[in-house]
DNA sequence: ATGGTAGGACACCTA
């Protein structure tokens, strides 16, 4: 951003043609399940319309490519899209109002699941790549014995830390966002106590997650700027009759960065209030400037 | 201890 004052290099135009051309001086990116884009492409755009982000990060869109709703986003002004989606489940989606320079979609267990993909922006955006992920949910019984879909969570936390510790995403200006569907601290449950054999809460998934942080390198960027023991939830359920007065929320999406990002932390944002919009998503976005 | 809601595809899965 170019400030208004006239200093007298500035005036003359006067720019030394070795430096880089410069890049933005800010870079807000946004996180938020929307639990199908399609049906709730107006709550998105009015999202965007009031907060502007610069790059949407979006999961669970549950719909194929062909079905991604791109013309509305280019409408608002967000031009520039990785789609990684698949029918009916799962399905993930960058979009941008900066370009974006390159974007790839890594597969998790072997299986074909929609649930990661990476853009990297190009130099307005600081060449800062964005890695969009949708860990599984997991089911209900915490047992990977008894619960396939509990054991393929842990399957995907481990290959997550795997990938960290080979691939090095967070050697420089990376960002990892998204549903993790584990909610790691304390204060990141309403009751600690009482969500401790709840999936999403059990020692063995939040125990992965940080292994996988930790072992990627990568830096808690909202709990960096929000440290325990403030509560922090991302998600309410749909089966509360009262999701505000129950308050009994979940922190399952969140923002990490790269540790040469991390002195750049601005501020974070949690958008509780898109919980009550009408026919909201369960989870809100979180949104993270970095300057 | 239980059941409570939501979305998508297609008769039930996932969350």
């Given at each position: 951003?170019?400030?208004?004052?006239?200093?007298?290099?500035?005036?003359?135009?006067?720019?030394?043609?070795?430096?880089?051309?410069?890049?933005?001086?800010?870079?807000?990116?946004?996180?938020?399940?929307?639990?199908?884009?399609?049906?709730?492409?107006?709550?998105?755009?009015?999202?965007?319309?009031?907060?502007?982000?610069?790059?949407?990060?979006?999961?669970?869109?549950?719909?194929?490519?062909?079905?991604?709703?791109?013309?509305?986003?280019?409408?608002?002004?967000?031009?520039?899209?990785?789609?990684?989606?698949?029918?009916?489940?799962?399905?993930?989606?960058?979009?941008?109002?900066?370009?974006?320079?390159?974007?790839?979609?890594?597969?998790?267990?072997?299986?074909?699941?929609?649930?990661?993909?990476?853009?990297?922006?190009?130099?307005?955006?600081?060449?800062?790549?964005?890695?969009?992920?949708?860990?599984?949910?997991?089911?209900?019984?915490?047992?990977?014995?008894?619960?396939?879909?509990f054991a393929h969570k842990l399957s995907f936390l481990d290959e997550m830390k795997a990938w960290g510790e080979a691939d090095r995403p967070a050697a420089s200006k990376a960002i990892l966002v998204g549903d993790l569907n584990v909610a790691p601290l304390e204060n990141d449950v309403w009751s600690h106590k009482q969500m401790l054999k709840v999936v999403s809460h059990t020692p063995i998934e939040t125990g992965k997650l940080e292994a996988a942080r930790s072992g990627g390198g990568w830096v808690d960027a909202v709990r960096t700027l929000k440290p325990e023991p403030e509560k922090v939830y991302t998600w309410w359920s749909y089966r509360a009759a009262d999701w505000a007065a129950a308050d009994r929320g979940r922190r399952l999406d969140h923002v990490w960065v790269s540790p040469d990002l991390a002195g750049s932390l601005g501020e974070v944002s949690i958008l509780r209030e898109a919980r009550g919009w009408e026919r909201p998503s369960d989870h809100v976005p979180v949104m993270l400037t970095l300057r």
């Open positions: 951003m170019r400030s208004d004052c006239s200093g007298a290099g500035e005036a003359l135009g006067i720019r030394d043609p070795f430096l880089p051309e410069p890049v933005a001086v800010s870079v807000t990116v946004a996180t938020w399940n929307i639990n199908s884009v399609r049906l709730r492409i107006d709550l998105v755009t009015h999202f965007l319309k009031e907060h502007g982000p610069d790059v949407l990060c979006l999961q669970e869109t549950k719909c194929q490519d062909d079905q991604f709703p791109l013309a509305a986003f280019r409408k608002a002004g967000y031009a520039h899209a990785a789609i990684h989606g698949q029918k009916g489940y799962h399905g993930v989606a960058v979009v941008s109002r900066l370009p974006i320079a390159s974007w790839s979609a890594k597969s998790f267990c072997g299986k074909t699941d929609a649930r990661h993909v990476a853009a990297t922006l190009g130099p307005e955006g600081g060449g800062v790549t964005v890695h969009n992920f949708y860990v599984p949910a997991g089911g209900d019984v915490p047992d990977p014995l008894e619960n396939e879909k």
